[in-house]
């Protein structure tokens, strides 16, 4: 039997970051979300040495070696197969999520992980250049999962006014994953030839950390109430990650969104596609999720290299430089986590992408004039620099964030199935036509992107609404269809305002006063 939660007194509720909110954070995101950028960028440095690896082996077995073209095929595939794991671990998620629970997805997930570093760490010992391929799928598919169930967790668990900062925890995480594998691909660390494979599998001592640390900590609030029915373990959990043991309007807010939806299992892709009342919510999943891999960010992290070396910098030199952009990507992550709860989402999201289509513009006539204007061969590094900083304050993180606030609890695993596999599809669909794109267009391909990131923020600005301190109810209210008029009522349970219906969206409308009694009955 449900338990009655009364409304404590009327007065503004302000949640504080706790140690165990920032515990939860850090831990999910260093043992999971790191792990994506990490094994972004970690294949680049030893590409050589696992080239010659799979030839060798293949010259052992067979006694001849490979063409260039079939070398080339299957470090190509090494690198490609990560994002195709990726994709499949988006859309098991949903599953993972219902039966398992946020944490427990998080925590039973990380076996992948040690699975993965045993075949990419003993792959040379065994000789076998599959046990590379087939770790790097399987981290792959981590790391899809781990997309999706990392922001859930954070923004389940988050109080309101602090659910941006939380969600952006783990994109500050990725770009220090990527960051990292710079780093230990130097050749005074891991550089060399003899540690590839530990170069490769070292993803296993942040997952040991989170295995060994996070199970003690709760499972996520909502999980517990809304799809568990468990309301002494919500009340424990909440007790864990708040600072005041004032959480009954917490428990209501809850209550009100169970009650609100019209049953507590959770949805189907397909049923969520069904859904006309989450219509202009699933068109921004969409929009935003395909943007942020559209936006040509991995072709710039690709061929930064290129770009650096065109613009003088010594080839010795380089390396330290692509490691210099990996120190912009923190402080550009860290800047948007300390500004998001200010400014909003819609700042971060449509400040970052303006940004990147304005410096992808630059690099395209930076490229076509650096021959006539030596000096423009700088600009192009300059936007290379834009770009990265660009997407890592808002693009990077925002979009999953987002996805979370959209929903309620019973279409929310199904909105991370949608935008998650979208992302990933994105992500490889870049890569596989980026090479052709910059064949065809040259310098002018660039401007694709730049079309891209300008038409995204102008979706941002003109459709979707600022989910910033806002309940998951509040903003699932600020999408509503069914109803011309909407009531918004606030913790002081007084004000009353109308939302006027204007293509989907509402516009706040000042309504007289008015007493409701059903309102203030517990």
Known sequence: MAEEVLIPPPGKITAHLTGSLLAVAFLTSFGSSMLYGYNLAVVNSPAVYIKDFYNLTVL????????????????????SVFAIGGLLGSLIVGVLVTRFGRKGTVVNTTMLVFIAGSLMGFSRSCGSPEMVILGRFITGIHSGISLSVVPMYLGEIA????????????????????????????????????YWPLFLSVVVLPTFIQLILLPWFPESPRYLLIEKHNVHATITALK????????????????????????VETLSVWNLLLDDTVRWQILTVVVINIGMQL????????????????????????????????????????????????????????????????CSAGITFALLLQTQLPFMRYISVGCVVGIIAGFCIG???????????????????AAYIVGGSLNWLSNFTVGFVFPFLQMSAGSYCYLVFASICLSVAVYVYAVIPETKNKTFMEISRLFSKKEPVLETQCLLLVDQMKLKKMNGYGVLKAAPLEFDSSSSSP
């Open 395 to 413: 693009p990077a993180g925002v979009p999953f964030l987002v996805t979370a606030e959209l929903f309620k609890q019973s279409h929310r695993p």
């Open 295 to 358: 936006s040509g960010i991995d072709a710039i992290w690709f061929y930064t290299n290129d770009i650096f070396k065109n613009a003088g910098i010594p080839e010795p030199e380089i390396p330290y430089t692509t490691a210099g952009t990996g120190i912009i990507e923190i402080i550009a992550g860290l800047i948007g986590c300390f500004t998001i709860e200010k400014l909003g989402r819609k700042p971060l999201m449509i400040g970052g992408f303006t940004m990147m289509g304005v």
């Open 60 to 79: 052992s077995r067979n006694g001849t070696g490979l063409s260039e073209e079939t070398l080339t095929l299957m470090y190509s595939l090494t690198v």
């Open 240 to 263: 864990w990650y708040r600072a005041s043991c004032n959480i009954q309007a917490e428990i209501e807010e809850m209550q009100e969104e169970q009650r609100s939806l019209s049953s």
């Open 159 to 194: 109080p309101k006014n602090l659910r941006g900062f939380l969600g952006l925890v783990p994109s500050i995480f990725i770009g220090t994953g990527v960051f990292a594998a710079q780093i230990l691909g130097l050749h005074e660390l891991l550089g060399k030839e003899e």
